[in-house]
C-alpha cells in the first residue's frame, strides 16, 4: 500500500491550483447561502464552467474519443479537493457526470451530436426530473406519463425537488410510458427542453430562505421521439446507470472535499477568539472536539482515497460509496455542530450581520448539510445498501 501521490499527480495538483489561482476571484468567499446567491452565483458558475471547458477539465472524466482527457479517478480527487479548498461550487454537475455518460451508453448518434459538445464546453446544463409527491426513495413508483401521439411524446405529471429547474435548459426526465406491466419495466428516460409550452416550475424555498428547488409540471407537453434516451420502457435500467454515476464520488459530487476548509476555519478561529483572556485554543474541550473532528476527517480521506484507488483499477465501488456518502455527509452536520458550539452565539448570525464571524458560514453549514443526507438517497437507504451489499444480510 502507498500512500504518495505519484510524482504526475503531484504535478496535475500544481497545475490545477495555478489555475484556480488564475480563475477564482481574489475576493471568493465560497457560496454564502444568503437568500438570491444561487441565482447570484450562477452566472459565474457558467462562467467558470466554460473556463474549464477550454481547457478540457469540465469533461477531464470523459474517455478520449467524446473529446474528454480519461483522466485517472486520483486526479479527479485532486481537482475536488483543489476547487473545494478554495470554496468554488463547481457548475455543469449533472450534464457533465450524468447526463453525458449515459448518452454515451445508451444515447442516438444524433443526441451525442447535439448534446456532448456544448455540455462540453460548459454551455448547457440539465435538472434531474425524477422525484414526485409520491415517488423519492421508492423512484420506480413515480406516475408523470409519457403517451406517444403521431411523431411526439405528451407529457404530463409533476416532478418535486427539482434543483436548478429554474436556471437550466434541459431537463433529464423519467416518465411513465406503459401503466399496465410491473412498475419498473414501464419507465422511459427523457430529455426535454425546459422552454417547451406546457411546463410550469414553482419554487421551492428552503430553510436558507434559498431557490434551488422547484415543482416542476407537465401539462400536456409535446416533445418529439427523438427525445427518448436509449429503448422505451427500458428507462429504468438507464436510470439505474445515471444513479451509479450520480453516486460514485466524481470531482462535481465530492462531499467529504468540501469538508477541510471547515475545520480549518475552527481551528484558526479557536487559536485568534479568547475566553478569559485566552485563546479557545487552551480550552481542554474546545481541544477534544477539534481533535475528535480531526480523527474523522482522515477516516473519510482515507475512505475516499480508496474509492479513488478502486475507480482505477476498474473496480466499481458500490457499498463503499454509500459509506463514503453517509460518513462524509453526517461528518458535515457533526463539525457544522462543533462550530456552533465553539462560536457560541456568534454561530448562528448569518453573513449579513456585522458580528458574523467566519464570514457567518458555520450558520450556513449547518442549515446546508441537512439536505446533503437526503439528496442522491437518503441515509436510511445508504444504510439498506450497506446492510445488503455490504453485510450479505437479506433484503428486508
Ligand atoms: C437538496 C436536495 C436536492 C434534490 N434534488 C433533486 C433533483 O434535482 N431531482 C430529483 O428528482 N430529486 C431531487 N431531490 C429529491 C431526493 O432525491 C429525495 O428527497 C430523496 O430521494 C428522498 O425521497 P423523499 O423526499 O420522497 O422521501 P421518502 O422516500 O418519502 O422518505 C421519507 C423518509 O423515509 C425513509 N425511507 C424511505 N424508504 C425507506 C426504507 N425502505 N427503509 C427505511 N427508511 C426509508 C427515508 O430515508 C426518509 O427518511 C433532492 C433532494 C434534496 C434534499
Known amino acids: 500500500m502507498d500512500f504518495r501521490f505519484t510524482p504526475e499527480e503531484e504535478a496535475f495538483r500544481k497545475e490545477v491550483r495555478q489555475f484556480l489561482e488564475r480563475e477564482v476571484p481574489k475576493d471568493w468567499a465560497g457560496f454564502l447561502g444568503r437568500p438570491g446567491d444561487v441565482e447570484r452565483v450562477f452566472p459565474l458558475l457558467r462562467q467558470f464552467s466554460s473556463s474549464l471547458g477550454e481547457k478540457g477539465w469540465l469533461t477531464m472524466a470523459w474517455p478520449k474519443e467524446y473529446g474528454g482527457q480519461a483522466r485517472s479517478a486520483m486526479e479527479q480527487l485532486i481537482f475536488a479537493e483543489e ?16 447526463v453525458g455518460p449515459v448518452l454515451m451508453l445508451y444515447g442516438s448518434e444524433e443526441q451525442k451530436r447535439e448534446y456532448l459538445p ?11 426530473g425524477y422525484s414526485e409527491p409520491g415517488a423519492g426513495s421508492d423512484l420506480a413508483s413515480l406516475n408523470t406519463r409519457a ?4 411523431d411526439d411524446f405528451v407529457i ?4 418535486i425537488f ?21 412498475k419498473h419495466k414501464g419507465i422511459s428516460l ?29 401539462d400536456e407537453v409535446r416533445i418529439p421521439k427523438g427525445s427518448l434516451v436509449g429503448e422505451k420502457n427500458q428507462g429504468w435500467y438507464h436510470l439505474v446507470t445515471a444513479l451509479d454515476f450520480e453516486r460514485t464520488p466524481n470531482f462535481f459530487f465530492f462531499p467529504p472535499a468540501s469538508l477541510p476548509p471547515i475545520l480549518e476555519d475552527l481551528v484558526q478561529f479557536s487559536k485568534e477568539a479568547k475566553r478569559n483572556g485566552k485563546p479557545l485554543a487552551h480550552d481542554p474541550v474546545v481541544r477534544q472536539k477539534l481533535a475528535q473532528m480531526f480523527i474523522e476527517f482522515e477516516v473519510v480521506r482515507v475512505l475516499s482515497y480508496r474509492i479513488a484507488w478502486m475507480l482505477g483499477r476498474g473496480l466499481i465501488p458500490n457499498y463503499e460509496a454509500s459509506i463514503v456518502k453517509l460518513f462524509s455527509t453526517e461528518l458535515h452536520q457533526r463539525v457544522a455542530n462543533v462550530g456552533m458550539e465553539i462560536l457560541g452565539l456568534y454561530g448562528p448570525l448569518t453573513p449579513d450581520s456585522r458580528w458574523a464571524q467566519l464570514r457567518g458560514r458555520i450558520a450556513y453549514s ?13 441515509l436510511e437507504i445508504q444504510r439498506i445498501i450497506i446492510a445488503i451489499r455490504g453485510l450479505g444480510l437479506p433484503r428486508g
Open 147 to 150: 403517451v406517444e401521439d403521431g
Open 190 to 218: 427523457f430529455i426535454v427542453d425546459m422552454k417547451t409550452p406546457g411546463i410550469t416550475i414553482r419554487p421551492l424555498i428552503d430553510m436558507l430562505g434559498e431557490h434551488s428547488l422547484n415543482e416542476v409540471f407537465f
Open 118 to 128: 456544448p455540455i462540453a464546453r460548459g454551455e448547457i446544463d440539465f435538472c434531474l
Open 162 to 182: 427539482t434543483s436548478l429547474a429554474h436556471l437550466v435548459e434541459y431537463c433529464w426526465l423519467a416518465a411513465r410510458t406503459d401503466p399496465d406491466v410491473p
Open 366 to 378: 449547518c442549515l446546508s448539510s441537512v439536505s446533503a443526507t437526503i439528496g442522491a438517497g437518503t
Open 83 to 98: 476547487t473545494c479548498y478554495r470554496r468554488v461550487p463547481v457548475g455543469g454537475s449533472i450534464a457533465v457526470t450524468i
Open 156 to 159: 404530463t405529471g409533476q416532478k
